[in-house]
């Protein structure tokens, strides 16, 4: 067993790292905060900057530093010179990879190629690293566009309440909490969690919908949870399954995007949506989801900064849309109006 010691004061971070860890090693790794459990055996201490002092005479293979982004270069080498180095703000899969290997992913493969044996919709997943660039409204309308012509449904796991302005409904009580809830209870019946699922399944025009969970709640979905959700859904054979995620690199999202057909991930032109990308990409990398993953720009200005071309060099992702900048915010004229130009963007990307 490996033994873990986090000392750093990082509390959010540590709970992402431990919820990771705990869900793909539970009996293979040992975690603790005490630092009275040093000692030459362990084979991790996760610490800040300002500690580095104090493990002068430790082995420095053994010691990650969390440090900021925007820590002066000339200061860093001057205080962790010689220490394994961790930015805080990228995704904690990386963190999680430095404690266990790569063969955390083989946990991933194996929860992938159970799920596909066991479903034969179409999932496609919407997901973007940055929040506000426009994913729920490109998912939900790729929804609508594909209900047309086929049997979907649409799943909220986003943390905000956009859906409900969609569909004009904020009772959000009915959707995927009540189901989740008594999966959480135990001793949870294949036929009550089908019967469940099928009871809280909203419609809106010929699409069907399921609200998300509470924001308290949708970080720590399992992947037994994601597994039993899908094998239910499977039954009530759907064309597609349309899952707009959250922004977070949780075991929930990166469980979804594996068991996807397709991902599709969205980002604007700015600067700042690019860099979020591209701290994306190792972790699609290493779960193999190059192949199915495409990038679809939204709020395309003439005069943007960013190259698409340059953002496939660099990311080996293929852009397979651009959505043009819409400069209001008008939800009927987005979602209803086929002469739309987003609509008619959406329509294409999807090919429908």
């Known amino acids: 067993m490996k033994k873990v010691v986090w000392l750093s004061s990082e509390q959010e971070l540590f709970t992402k790292y431990y919820n990771y860890v705990t869900e793909i090693f539970p009996s293979d790794i040992y975690i603790s905060r005490n630092r009275e459990d040093i000692s030459n055996e362990v084979n991790l201490i996760i610490i800040d900057k300002f500690q580095v002092g104090e493990f002068?005479?430790?082995?420095?293979?053994?010691?990650?530093?969390?440090?900021?982004?925007?820590?002066?270069?000339?200061?860093?080498?001057m205080i962790i010179q010689g220490y394994k180095t961790f930015y805080k703000n990228l995704p904690v899969l990386s963190l999680v990879e430095q404690t266990v290997g790569r063969s955390n992913l083989l946990d991933y493969n194996e929860h992938k190629e159970k799920i596909e044996v066991e479903s034969q919709s179409k999932i496609l997943a919407f997901h973007s690293p940055k929040g506000g660039v426009g994913t729920t409204t490109i998912a939900f309308n790729s929804a609508i566009s594909l209900s047309q012509s086929n049997k979907v449904i649409f799943i909220d796991l986003t943390k905000g309440d956009q859906l409900c302005t969609f569909v004009n409904r904020y009772d959000t009580s009915q959707g995927l909490e009540p189901v989740i809830s008594y999966i959480n209870e135990g001793n949870h019946t294949t036929d009550k969690i089908n019967t469940l699922v099928k009871r809280n399944i909203s419609k809106h025009g010929k699409l069907?919908?399921?609200f998300g969970l509470s924001k308290s709640h949708i970080e720590y979905i399992s992947q037994e949870i994601i597994n039993l959700v899908f094998t239910s859904l499977k039954k009530l054979d759907y064309d597609y399954i349309v899952i707009d995620t959250n922004n977070s690199t949780s075991i929930m999202n990166l469980s979804i995007l594996s068991i996807s057909k397709t991902n599709y991930l969205i980002i604007d032109s700015t600067l700042q949506s690019s860099w979020s990308l591209m701290k994306l990409y190792p972790i699609i990398s290493k779960l193999n989801m190059l192949q199915k993953s495409f990038i679809i720009m939204n709020k395309v200005k003439l005069n943007s900064i960013v190259s698409i071309k340059d953002l496939e060099n660099q990311s080996g992702l293929k852009c397979v849309g651009r959505i043009k900048n819409i400069k209001y915010i008008d939800e009927s004229s987005i979602l209803y109006d086929k002469s739309n130009r987003f609509r008619k963007s959406i329509k294409r990307i999807m090919g429908v």
């Open 56 to 77: 002068g005479d430790f082995d420095r293979n053994k010691i990650i530093v969390l440090v900021d982004d925007f820590m002066d270069k000339s200061n860093r080498k």
């Open 208 to 210: 069907d919908y399921l």
